[in-house]
């Protein structure tokens, strides 16, 4: 196992450099996401102030500010680019030289990401989890600070980063098949963005759709890591609802591997 | 001048024949924007079960204004979408050199050679939610006029802030992501912006001014109020801005260096 993990080692490294290089873009780039957070920040801050109850579908204000930002952070964590980087390997061709590789395919992304991952989660978590506590301090009745549930969400981040990387490796493989991906990319977005609950909580769905949405992959996205790090549940669930990610992670690995045999065969690399 | 539209129009056609080769992706596009949009629509009216108006905005009234914010932002999509490559990866590749050594004005030649038919989702959406809720203003033929002239200058402020910030990768060869900054302050403007604290008013009004390309000038229409303002000030902004963004673009010019290669 121990053996296994350093052949991918090089990949990590390589991840954590290329981050480097390009940290500021990195950061520009997540400026203009928390941009769009703020504006769904204010919007709920005047439909509050519009509405006659203290709660909608049993979100306060600050609990909801905190949903509001914790969706971002979450979002940002369980980001994969893994479709992305297998669709330009296959347009330039570079892919050909990591099939010849004699190490898993798949697994190269994954390492490869994890070192990107580290530089970058570490740059966000200061910034905005350690704004999301000192909000937490002020508004200390409506969303206590409770560790347990800390060390779930990050287990549950992890989840639905897995989740995540799997998932679009199943869609960046279509790209042997079509060739440009942009706009699919936007068309799955959008979809996921609505149903992960990173626009609005799943609550404010009519109760059928949401029951049904929050045991969907979507869910497992974002919606499970907020909620759990706003304490909705107890012990128990939080820990059935980590053990339905687990499900989902095993599910998208099995199915990347079979569209992986399928698509295969359809791969031409051009140029090279 | 004839020289530059017919230039335009030679190409559109070689736009369209590349879009005939990959029809499928044409669609996942346009399928793509449409989707993006109509989701945050449904995301207002599911919210807006809840309330009766947000800071004295009805949901029709909201909407228009949504819907007004799409048509210059997909207007600009459409024909100007090729400063995003500039900012990209042109000029850091040094693929520029191909505009400066033909005999055509370079931002001219940038800006008419990619047509983005993606934008025809955001257009779609943008047009259908104007048409659904056109009775929320009193139309005469004042609004009328104001309208039609609003959103050619509307889409200018776009344009203007975008050569901009595409503009920034003369110096620093990629600009990508100030660009996506850019777009994406632009989302404040299509909410009413009551809602925002001053400090972001301040900023969408007068330094990056995507205010006056949606909430401004739908807001007069709406209320027929301070006409000077929100259309003068429409008018006054982004021609400043379109100066300001040819300034900056010369002086671009003038520093690029080729990357070798």
């Not at chain 2, 006054?236 to 290669?261: N, R």
Request: hydrophobic letters at 55%; glycine letters at 6%; a positive charge.
């Amino acid at each position: 196992m121990f053996k296994r993990f350093r052949q991918y080692r090089p990949f990590i490294d390589a991840g954590i450099q290329g981050s480097m290089a390009w940290r500021l873009d990195f950061l520009l780039f997540r400026l203009g996401d928390i941009l769009g957070a703020v504006v769904t920040y204010f919007l709920w801050r005047a439909i509050f102030d519009a509405s006659k109850h203290a709660s909608l579908n049993n979100f306060t204000l600050p609990e909801m500010s905190l949903y509001v930002f914790l969706s971002f952070y979450v979002g940002t964590f369980t980001h994969s680019h893994s479709n992305d980087d297998v669709g330009d390997d296959v347009k330039s061709g570079t892919i050909a030289m990591r099939l010849l590789k004699p190490i898993s395919f798949s697994a190269t992304y994954l390492f490869e990401e994890i070192g990107r991952k580290l530089v970058q989660v570490f740059m966000m978590t200061v910034p905005i989890l350690g704004g999301i506590l000192l909000f937490q301090v002020f508004h200390a009745q409506s969303v206590p600070f409770n560790l347990i549930n800390v060390c779930l969400f990050f287990i549950s981040c992890l989840m639905g980063y897995l989740l995540n990387f799997y998932f679009n490796l199943c869609f960046g493989f279509s790209a042997f098949v079509l060739k440009n991906l942009w706009g699919a990319e936007l068309m799955k977005n959008s979809i996921v963005n609505f149903m992960s609950g990173t626009l609005i909580p799943l609550t404010f769905f009519p109760d059928i759709i949401s029951r049904i949405l929050s045991f969907s992959p979507f869910a497992s996205l974002i919606y499970t890591p907020v909620t759990i790090y706003l304490g909705r549940y107890t012990l128990a669930v939080a820990l059935e609802l980590i053990a339905l990610q687990v499900f989902w992670v095993l599910f998208f690995y099995a199915l990347s591997k079979l569209v992986w045999r399928v698509s295969i065969k359809h791969l031409t690399v051009q140029g090279g | 001048m004839k020289k530059f539209l017919r230039l335009e129009v030679i190409f559109i056609k070689q736009y369209l024949k590349q879009l005939i080769e990959y029809k499928s992706d044409f669609f996942v596009g346009i399928i793509g924007m449409f989707l993006t949009q109509g989701l945050e629509i449904l995301f207002i009216s599911i919210i807006f079960n809840q309330i009766p108006s947000l800071n004295g905005w009805t949901f029709k009234q909201v909407a228009f204004i949504y819907g007004f914010s799409l048509i210059p932002k997909g207007i600009d999509h459409l024909f100007f979408d090729n400063l995003w490559a500039v900012g990209q990866r042109l000029v850091w590749k040094g693929e520029f050199d191909k505009y400066m050594t033909r005999p055509l004005n370079p931002l001219f030649h940038v800006l008419v050679e990619h047509f983005q038919v993606d934008a025809f989702g955001e257009l779609i959406i943008g047009i259908s939610l104007l048409t659904l809720n056109i009775s929320v203003v009193q139309w005469d033929w004042l609004k009328v006029c104001v309208f039609i002239v609003a959103i050619p200058f509307a889409t200018l402020i776009y344009t203007s802030l975008k050569i901009i910030a595409a503009s920034m990768a003369f110096w620093s060869k990629r600009a990508g992501s100030i660009m996506y900054v850019f777009y994406m302050i632009n989302d404040f403007s299509k909410y009413p912006l009551s809602i925002y604290n001053k400090g972001i008013r301040a900023l969408i009004t007068f330094v990056l001014p995507f205010a006056f390309t949606a909430f401004y000038p739908a807001n007069y229409l709406i209320t027929g109020q301070n006409f000077a303002f929100h259309i003068g000030g429409l008018l006054v902004m982004s021609i400043l801005l379109f100066c300001l963004a040819l300034k900056i673009w010369d002086k671009g010019i003038s520093v690029y260096e080729s990357a070798g290669s």
